[in-house]
T-cell receptor
Framework: EPEVTQTPSHQVTQMGQEVILRCVPI?????FYWYRQILGQKVEFLVS????????KSEIFDDQFSVERPDGSNFTLKIRSTKLEDSAMYFC?????????????FGPGTRLTVL | AQKVTQAQTEISVVEKEDVTLDCVYE???????LFWYKQPPSGELVFLIR??????QNEISGRYSWNFQKSTSSFNFTITASQVVDSAVYFC?????????????FGTGTRLKVLA
């Protein structure tokens, strides 16, 4: 069964460094998402992406964040200058269409630790 | 704004007991989906169920069952004869219309501890 994959599974970085989290969505999916979960808290929507542009972003998704689909398979989340509070689990998801009838499939997550 | 409330922060039960996890939601949408996910200590989100707002039939899958009541905006999840492997954090979620697509609104989760 097709699945969303994410690399790395765990990333440790120093405050102020740039990080890129990578996701490979399911191949025929057109909509892509990032969600974040700070340890012990709920999962929160960050951004949705379609047709090479951001569809919607939350207030969390400030200028430090950017997303890109650099090629036909990868979907990346970049944090330009990491802060301690960026430490969280980041989940990528994809869906076949933007309709609510099409389920979003989540990847296994990347745990980001900022020291 | 759409909202999902899981009032139970943590529940502890002894193995083989039944347990119900509550979920109450608020939405303006007439068509929406509700979800339950399990998050084991390893951290991934394990999909359990997706429910359409037009389908109020209860669903049973093995030891799991779900009770959807639109009149009370609730979508509760029951585990029958709980097992230690059921220990995890369980999240209820609601689809919310976003620009051109949908996003998921998650509750704060209920940590279930099943003791041997």
């Amino acid at each position: 069964e097709p699945e969303v994959t994410q690399t790395p599974s765990h990333q440790v970085t120093q405050m102020g460094q740039e990080v890129i989290l990578r996701c490979v969505p399911i191949s025929n999916h057109l909509y892509f998402y990032w969600y974040r979960q700070i340890l012990g808290q709920k999962v929160e929507f960050l951004v949705s992406f379609y047709n090479n542009e951001i569809s919607e972003k939350s207030e969390i998704f400030d200028d430090q964040f950017s997303v890109e689909r650099p090629d036909g398979s990868n979907f990346t989340l970049k944090i330009r200058s990491t802060k301690l509070e960026d430490s969280a689990m980041y989940f990528c998801a994809s869906s076949e269409s933007g309709s609510t009838y099409n389920e979003q499939f989540f990847g296994p997550g990347t745990r980001l630790t900022v020291l | 704004a759409q909202k999902v409330t899981q009032a139970q922060t943590e529940i502890s039960v002894v193995e083989k007991e039944d347990v119900t996890l509550d979920c109450v939601y608020e939405t303006r949408d007439t068509t929406y989906y509700l979800f339950w996910y399990k998050q084991p200590p390893s951290g991934e989100l394990v999909f359990l169920i997706r429910r359409n707002s037009f389908d109020e039939q209860n669903e049973i899958s093995g030891r799991y069952s779900w009770n959807f009541q639109k009149s009370t905006s609730s979508f509760n999840f029951t585990i029958t004869a709980s097992q230690v492997v059921d220990s995890a954090v369980y999240f209820c979620a609601l689809s919310e219309r976003a620009s051109g697509t949908y996003k998921y609104i998650f509750g704060t989760g209920t940590r279930l501890k099943v003791l041997a």
